[in-house]
């Protein structure tokens, strides 16, 4: 018995449940592809919404909704239109045959009328609306003169309303059944083909309108479900538009209905409010409201058929697939789906764009790796070669045609190679005239030595230009190579800055709002877009200040505390009004901050000077201070110096690494002309977050240091800028600390000073000398007694440019806030 209740249980052990569920899935989605072709393709939905648009009938005798139906699909889906028209025929008879008819003679005179205007008009969509407005009044009129023998004015206006409806309903038509009908929807529904759609909705359920069971009224049930399921999707202003619209229509179809526009309009509106309950609050809110409405109106009679019909609406909500819902919440604006929705289109978006731009960045790498390929095979085999082809032309020019040939190059082929190669050698360096030894030997080996020694020297000219401009391409290449890979770099940075999104902060901005308001600060919005240490972003806004500063004075020194970091209003924008708002941007203030003088002037006293200085904020928490010295005066001068700093301080700014960006300039500044033009540079990086100051100097005079009574010198050695395609640039480093004074100069500040022979020591001297930290004193002091060693005359461009670090304490002290929240309670 065990082992029998043992085999039993063996199958059902050896069921794959999973397997099972994923097969059960596959089933559901082949289903519902099905279904969809059927509804779509086939066109069964056209048949449906055809048929009960065919039964619609408003104030007894009006039907000014299948016309446009057809009009409309015979627009957007001619395939279809055929379908269409049986389908509204169809519902016509169910209502009665004289209204088939009706429908059928619409159709009718739509085609005449169609062929007709198509002779003169050729875009259909134009005159759609009047096509169908002269067909429905031609055979609504010709319908009251068959009818009734004449033409009444009671029948003409109601034939003007008819029409009137119809050129209306062919506009709201046009709008929303291709909402309907599309495989494909769009992303997001505008206010008014979301009012169309409801429209339309409405004016097919106006078919439901005599179909009952059990005094349950079909066109009652479908409403109600309608703005059940709008209000749960949109909320209870989409709930109450759903409400109002669908009542109006319905009232007008049947005058007993009138009473439904408020039943349906509150209930949409509380389910609307309620939709935070899920489905059982939406539902409840319909109760409710279809209750308070029955009662107050038509008493406690039809009470209990308006709850049955309320509850099976509410069935019917219940059953529809949460697929369904959360696709429609897609396309209506202000729902959570739709804010996914669109979160996800812009994160693909910028998926794609950062994509491109590494594409881009992969491309400027690979081209700079093939170019540094170039420059790097300079073998010795390539030179070699070189020196063959050399010796070829000048053994062609001078052997090819001598008796002792064989001899030299057969027989004695090392002797005569070493030889030659030698004597190329020589006179490259120009020594082969002051080499007897040489010019013996080569006398004893070759018959021929006179027109041996011309031709090399014909020869060495084009082979040292040849040399040159190899040279210089490679030069070039190196140069290009080192460029593009700044570029890349740049590239990668961007596209890492593009993929950083913004960080979901809703825990730490509802604790933030809470400090600040238990403080007692009215805030009406925090944004957190950043809670990095040094890279902080946040944005309010509050109400109008009256320009008493509190977000200078009391947030920012409140964060502040809470981030225990100095955090400071980097903008602000006052509210113009007293009941408007305020909107401010904090953030990280930097460690240290720059205060920064000048001093400059012309020689002999002149208006343009050859030298040009500039402080540039790199806006990554870099400072560079630059001073450019052009060759000579003038506005020559000026302009070199002026070129160099300008295309320096672009290059920098957009994030290219400063050797590559001094190499570019110097390329520039090399192959811009052939003139004798170089001009000097030097530069300081400061890093405002940690003082590591680096100093790279072109042909630039020192600089120096002031630290307390210490004064320090820092130079490199490198050539001007431009007088050599290969610059090699030399960085030197130094840790700057609070007080500390930066003196920068050029050439006709340092060299300045008359009799002086040794100028390092003479300006270290000055520099002790100084009782003050003004930078802009400290420059004109300095500036003032270097002109008073001339006796007063200025003999060449003077530039000096005094920078002092300093630790950066905010203006308003932070503002204890321990008891709210602290940093390790925010940033978690």
Request: aromatic fraction near 8%.
């Amino acid at each position: 018995m065990e082992k029998a209740e043992r085999r039993m249980m063996e199958p059902a052990a050896g069921i794959n449940f999973e397997k099972t569920q994923q097969a059960f899935q596959r089933m559901v989605q082949k289903f519902g592809a099905n279904f969809q072709s059927v509804l779509f393709n086939v066109g069964l939905l056209y048949i449906f919404i055809g048929f009960l648009l065919g039964r619609a009938v408003i104030l007894a005798e009006i039907l000014p909704f299948a016309l446009p139906y057809f009009g409309v699909l015979m627009l957007i889906k001619k395939d279809k239109a055929f379908i269409g028209a049986a389908a509204l025929v169809a519902g016509g008879v169910t209502v009665s045959l004289e209204t088939s008819i009706f429908v059928a003679a619409n159709v009718f005179l739509f085609f005449i009328y169609h062929k007709i205007f198509s002779f003169f008009i050729k875009e259909q969509i134009k005159i759609l609306p009047l096509l169908i407005f002269l067909s429905v009044l031609s055979s609504r009129l010709a319908f009251s003169f068959v009818l009734e023998g004449a033409i009444t004015p009671y029948s003409g206006l109601m034939a003007g309303v008819e029409s009137g409806l119809s050129f209306i309903l062919t506009l709201i038509f046009l709008q929303s059944i291709p909402l309907i009908t599309a495989n494909k929807y769009k992303q997001t529904l505008k206010v008014e083909e979301i009012i169309c759609l409801m429209i339309l909705i409405a004016s097919v359920m106006t078919g439901f309108v005599g179909v009952s069971y059990m005094h349950y009224q079909a066109e009652h049930i479908f409403s109600r479900y309608m703005v059940l399921l709008f209000a749960f999707i949109g909320g209870s202003s989409i709930g109450c538009t759903v409400g109002v619209v669908t009542g109006l229509i319905l009232g007008l179809a049947n005058v007993g209905n009138l009473y439904q526009m408020s039943l349906l309009a509150f209930s949409g509106l509380l389910g609307g409010l309620l939709k935070e309950g899920k489905k059982i609050g939406a539902a409840i809110g319909l109760i409710v409201g279809s209750m308070l409405l029955s009662l107050y109106g038509e008493g406690s009679a039809d009470l209990m058929t308006t709850l049955g019909e309320s509850l099976i609406a509410i069935f019917l909500f219940f059953i529809t697939p949460k697929k369904i819902t959360s696709s429609l919440s897609k396309h209506i604006p202000g729902t959570n789906e739709h804010a996914q929705e669109q979160q996800l289109y812009a994160r693909k978006v910028r998926d794609v764009t950062a994509n491109r731009v590494d594409q881009f960045s992969k491309v400027f790498l690979a081209l700079s790796e093939s170019f540094a390929t170039f420059f790097e095979k300079n073998d010795e085999g390539d030179e070699q070669h070189e020196i063959d082809m050399f010796l070829s032309t000048v053994t062609e020019k001078t052997c090819q045609n001598c008796y002792k040939k064989e001899k030299c190059w057969v027989q004695n082929f090392s002797t005569t190679y070493d030889l030659m190669s030698q004597i190329m050698t020589e006179t490259t360096k120009n020594k082969y005239q002051t080499n007897r030894k040489l010019k013996k030997e080569l006398q004893k080996h070759c018959s021929k030595p006179k027109q041996v020694e011309e031709a090399i020297d014909q020869e060495i000219s084009i082979f040292q230009a040849n040399q040159k401009l190899k040279q210089q391409v490679q030069e070039s290449r190196r140069l290009v190579a080192e460029q593009l890979m700044g570029v890349s770099q740049v590239m990668e940075d961007f596209s890492k800055e593009i993929k950083r999104e913004r960080e979901n902060h809703f825990h730490q901005e509802e604790q933030i709002l809470e400090a600040l308001q238990n403080f007692g600060v009215e805030i009406t919005n925090v944004d957190i877009y950043s809670l990095e240490q040094g890279n902080v972003d946040i944005e309010m806004s509050i109400p109008y200040c009256q320009g008493h500063g509190e977000c200078e004075k009391i947030i920012a020194p409140m964060l502040s505390d809470i981030l225990e970091e100095p955090i400071i209003v980097k903008h602000e924008e006052c509210a113009l009004y007293p009941n408007g708002f305020c909107h401010v941007s904090l953030g990280s203030s930097k460690t240290y901050k720059i205060e920064t003088g000048a001093a400059h002037a012309a020689k002999g006293g002149g208006l343009v000077s050859g030298d040009s200085y500039s402080m540039i904020d790199l806006g990554v928490g870099k400072y560079a201070i630059a001073i450019s010295d052009g060759m000579g005066n003038g506005v020559r001068a000026h302009f070199e110096s002026n070129e160099t700093i300008k295309l320096l301080e672009k290059i920098l700014q957009s994030g290219i690494d400063e050797k590559v960006a001094i190499k570019t300039v110097n390329s520039i500044l090399s192959l811009r002309t052939t003139d004798e033009m170089f001009s000097t540079l030097d530069l300081a990086i400061v890093d405002l977050q940690d003082a590591h100051c680096k100093f790279l100097k072109i042909g630039s005079t020192p600089s120096f240091l002031k630290r307390g009574e210490k004064v320090m010198k820092v130079q490199a050695s490198n050539l001007p800028m431009g007088i050599i395609d290969e610059l090699e640039v030399d960085i030197v480093g130094e840790q700057l600390k609070a007080g500390d004074l930066l003196i920068m100069m050029s050439d006709g500040i340092f060299e300045g000073p008359k009799h002086v022979e040794n100028h390092d020591l003479w300006m270290k001297r000055k520099i002790s000398e100084l009782r003050t930290d003004d930078p802009q004193e400290v420059a004109d002091l300095i500036m003032e007694e270097v002109i008073r060693t001339r006796s007063g005359k200025i003999e060449d461009d003077m530039t000096i440019v005094v920078a002092k670090l300093d630790h950066n304490s905010p203006k308003w002290a932070s503002i204890p806030s321990s008891r709210y929240y602290k940093k390790d309670t925010v940033v978690s």
